[in-house]
């Protein structure tokens, strides 16, 4: 079943007057007790037959990964959180890679970027030959709250750059 | 599009509903374990490529069995 946009819409309007005084003062318990989930009903599923020797992979994180010198941080301030996304090459050097994102504790992700994102591990792999390709570009989400504009902007943008881009199958890494 | 997904969280993952995907037991922000630690971070993605493959049932979630600094189990 789609996500219905139309119910969420007055609930998030709801929970963002509410819980604007918690989210201010950082009780990120009672904020996300309150937030209308939207659960989906089924689990969607696309069947797979390929070998991933022969196919193009890419990666994407929540983890509000960007690159320093050449890309803004994510807004780590407003209470919608920041819906857009860091396209991270598969080039890129850990030390060039900077994390905005105000929920979780990444101190660790600052030692080693691959925890959280491992795409040192995975140009390795593509080296070896198991996996066929890793895409030129891969891609960072961060703190999103306002599914609306996630969805309705900027998923359309991301599913047309992976399409172009030729990926078969996405490796996704919440955190 | 076929996907893959990681998670830390069985709860999370339990109203998610991800099509297929491994659940490892380490907290947020360490999805494929210590810093620096090559080998567990390899071994998960090989574990979730195996997945990719073997999984036929939507929703399914295997949890791997690594545990915070400790050996890999054999």
């Known amino acids: ?14 929970w963002v007057e509410e819980s604007l005084p918690d989210y201010q003062a950082g009780n990120m ?17 696309t069947a797979y037959n390929g070998q ?22 994510f807004d780590t301030e407003s209470i919608h959180g920041d819906t857009s996304f860091r396209e991270i090459p598969k080039t890129v050097h850990p030390q060039d ?8 504790d990444h101190s660790l992700a600052e030692q080693d970027i691959n925890i959280v994102f491992p795409i040192e591990r995975l140009v390795e792999l593509e080296n070896e030959g198991i ?5 030129d570009t891969h891609y960072s989400f961060s703190y999103v709250n306002d599914a609306v504009s996630l969805v309705t ?8 750059r992976i399409k172009a881009a030729g990926v078969d199958v996405l490796f996704l890494v919440p955190v | 599009m076929p996907t893959i997904s990681t998670g830390n969280s069985a709860e999370r ?36 490529l195996a997945a990719l493959q073997t999984m036929t049932e939507p929703g399914t979630i295997q949890e791997l069995p690594y545990r915070w600094k400790q050996p890999d189990p054999e």
Do not use: C
């Open chain 1, 1 to 14: 079943m789609p996500i219905d946009l139309d119910a969420f819409k007055p609930a998030y309007k709801k």
């Open chain 1, 29 to 45: 318990k009672e904020i996300v007790k309150k937030y209308p989930f939207i659960a989906p009903d089924d689990i969607p599923w």
């Open chain 1, 52 to 73: 991933p020797s022969s196919q193009t992979f890419a990666l994407v994180t929540s983890g509000g990964l960007y690159l320093k010198d050449s890309q803004p941080p």
């Open chain 1, 97 to 104: 890679i900077g994390i905005a994102h105000a929920h979780y």
């Open chain 1, 131 to 135: 996996i066929g390709k890793l895409a």
């Open chain 1, 153 to 160: 902007e900027t998923v359309p943008k991301f599913i047309a």
């Open chain 2, 13 to 48: 993952m339990a109203n998610i509903k991800p099509p297929r995907a491994v659940l490892v037991k380490f907290a947020r922000g360490s999805m494929f374990g210590e810093p620096g630690n090559v080998k567990r971070q390899r071994r998960i993605i090989l574990d979730a």
